[in-house]
């Protein structure tokens, strides 16, 4: 259960950073930092909503993502993290049902 909950305050900490933080070049170290803590939690029993968190980025803070991309030329983690995709409204379903 301990992994459920690090999952959700991980995605109660993406709401809040979507909410508070400004979509522009200054702002993509705070989502940096918070990508490679999310991808530090090893959930037992589900799969961690990457995929989900990403698409939800991209739509909510383009300039951000832009950002994140451009460091995809050093790095394969956001090589990888950017050029992944889903349906936005099913991104958000799956990730509210992780917050419950």
Same mark, same amino acid.
Do not use: C, W
């Given at each position: 259960? %301990?992994?459920?909950?690090? &999952?959700?305050?991980?995605?109660?900490k $993406?709401?809040?950073?979507? %909410?508070?933080?400004?979509?522009?070049?200054?702002?993509? #170290?705070? $989502?940096?930092? *918070?990508? #490679?803590? *999310?991808?530090?939690?090893? +959930?037992k029993?589900? !799969?961690?909503?990457?995929?989900?968190?990403?698409? &939800? #980025?991209?739509?909510? %803070? +383009? &300039?951000?993502?832009?950002?994140?991309?451009? #460091?995809?030329?050093? !790095? $394969?983690? $956001?090589?990888?993290?950017?050029? &992944?995709?889903?349906?936005?409204?099913?991104?958000?379903?799956?990730l509210?049902? *992780?917050?419950?």
């Amino acid at each position: 259960m %301990k992994n459920d909950d690090n &999952i959700k305050s991980a995605l109660i900490k $993406f709401d809040k950073l979507l %909410k508070e933080t400004p979509d522009n070049k200054e702002s993509v #170290l705070a $989502f940096k930092n *918070f990508l #490679l803590g *999310f991808l530090r939690i090893k +959930p037992k029993g589900a !799969s961690l909503p990457t995929v989900e968190v990403m698409t &939800i #980025l991209k739509q909510e %803070k +383009p &300039i951000v993502f832009s950002h994140l991309r451009k #460091l995809s030329a050093y !790095s $394969f983690l $956001f090589d990888v993290l950017t050029h &992944i995709d889903m349906n936005p409204q099913k991104a958000r379903d799956t990730l509210n049902s *992780f917050k419950k």
